[in-house]
């Protein structure tokens, strides 16, 4: 899938980074031969450290701007403008995506508790107004990404961004954005022990802090 999300994003005019998080296949190599830059952990560290670690380069190479977008292929180039425009129109200095602000997506019972339970816990932890917890394509601004600094390295640092957006104080906006499901991206995630590990987790997340 890495060869096509990253020549769409490239066509679209954007910066591209991958990290390839200990991968022990070629997606490394697909992503570098597509065009992107590619960062290599030499050890699978988990994503929410692969993502500290591109927001880290980007606020290192200067950008004013960044997007985190999953490498799956369920999200659509076309909608970055709209999160980009947000942060601007909105004065926001993080635009979050939501999949439950358009017509409700069809998915499996599993991954729709999940979901519905991340985003309650969240509003409960947190305050923030939010419809969808685990959502990978957001944008945020310099300031807003210099606030970030991700440690929950298996499904939770979903949560965990969230809950540092709301301790930063900065203002946030939500905008509608379309997940493309396929039989690759529904067959992630779908083990009921991964989501029992999903929510502790994030409980463990929260007496931590």
Known sequence: MIGGVVLELMRSGYRVVVVDDGSSDRSADIAL????????????????????????????????????????????????????EGLSREQADFALGSRFLRQVPRLPALRRLLLKTATLFTRLATGMQITDTHNGLRAMTRRGALAIRLRQNRMAHASEFLAQVAASGLRYVERPVTIDYSAYSLAKGQKTGDAFAVLLDLFASRLYH
């Open 33 to 84: 031969a597509s065009g992107a830059m590619v960062l290599r952990h030499p050890v699978n560290l988990g994503q929410g450290a692969a993502l500290q670690t591109g927001i880290d380069y980007a606020l290192a190479g200067g950008a004013e701007f960044v997007v985190t977008f999953d490498a799956d292929g369920q999200h659509r180039p076309g909608e970055i403008i709209g999160l980009v």
